[in-house]
T-cell receptor, first 114, second 113 residues
Framework: KAGVTQTPRYLIKTRGQQVTLSCSPI?????VSWYQQTPGQGLQFLFE???????NKGNFPGRFSGRQFSNSRSEMNVSTLELGDSALYLC?????????????FGEGSRLTVL | TQLLEQSPQFLSIQEGENLTVYCNSS?????LQWYRQEPGEGPVLLVT?????EVKKLKRLTFQFGDARKDSSLHITAAQPGDTGLYLC?????????????FGQGTTLQVKP
């Protein structure tokens, strides 16, 4: 079956702009989680959506937001971009039952903020 | 705040050598997962350990979950160049029921032929 698809794969923005990243989970998976990966901080949890509801949220400022659609596809948005937002943004899908279970990651969207 | 500390951060060894990567925390986790990530790709799950003291083997890889469910180790026997990559441990909180994992900083392994 098709894996997790993230778009775009690469993008360059300037400070102050906003960006929207998209994630299509594996068919049948109802949970989508977003992580930020940087060399200094590693992978950090942003938020998780299950059945269109945000079920958990990490310690990121309100500039980071997300949503999930009825077909389980998810988007995350970062507004007023800062240089420190440069990172690989990873989306992971799972069945979403009790507990985290196995996460299936996409290849990520690499964001560079100039 | 739950933290996972991985060591070592970097490891460069010759083909055929053995190695162990450690993942430690002061917190209890309901489960711990090990992922491997290659450049340009997302992490891929290798194994999940759930029971304290559990040992799982995946070919040349042996994973162990500490008795108190606070630490874990990954041992690779006779490493091969194909084992090169970033190894990540990730813990699920003891009372978590959502898709949130706490990741360690990762161990970058380079196996030279």
């Amino acid at each position: 079956k098709a894996g997790v698809t993230q778009t775009p794969r690469y993008l360059i923005k300037t400070r102050g702009q906003q960006v929207t990243l998209s994630c299509s989970p594996i068919s049948g998976h109802r949970s989508v989680s977003w992580y930020q990966q940087t060399p200094g901080q590693g992978l950090q949890f942003l938020f998780e959506y299950f059945s269109e509801t945000q079920r958990n949220k990490g310690n990121f400022p309100g500039r980071f937001s997300g949503r999930q659609f009825s077909n389980s596809r998810s988007e995350m948005n970062v507004s007023t971009l800062e240089l420190g937002d440069s990172a690989l943004y990873l989306c992971a899908s799972s069945l979403g039952g009790p507990g985290t279970g196995e996460l299936f990651f996409g290849e990520g969207s690499r964001l560079t903020v100039l | 705040t739950q933290l996972l500390e991985q060591s070592p951060q970097f490891l460069s060894i010759q083909e055929g050598e053995n190695l162990t990567v450690y993942c430690n925390s002061s917190s209890v986790f309901s489960s711990l997962q090990w992922y491997r990530q290659e450049p340009g790709e997302g992490p891929v799950l290798l194994v999940t350990v759930v029971t304290g003291g559990e040992v799982k083997k995946l070919k040349r890889l042996t994973f162990q979950f500490g008795d108190a469910r606070k630490d874990s180790s990954l041992h690779i026997t006779a490493a091969q160049p194909g084992d090169t990559g970033l190894y990540l441990c990730a813990g699920e909180g003891a009372f978590s029921n959502t898709g949130k994992l706490i990741f360690g900083q990762g161990t970058t392994l380079q196996v030279k032929p």
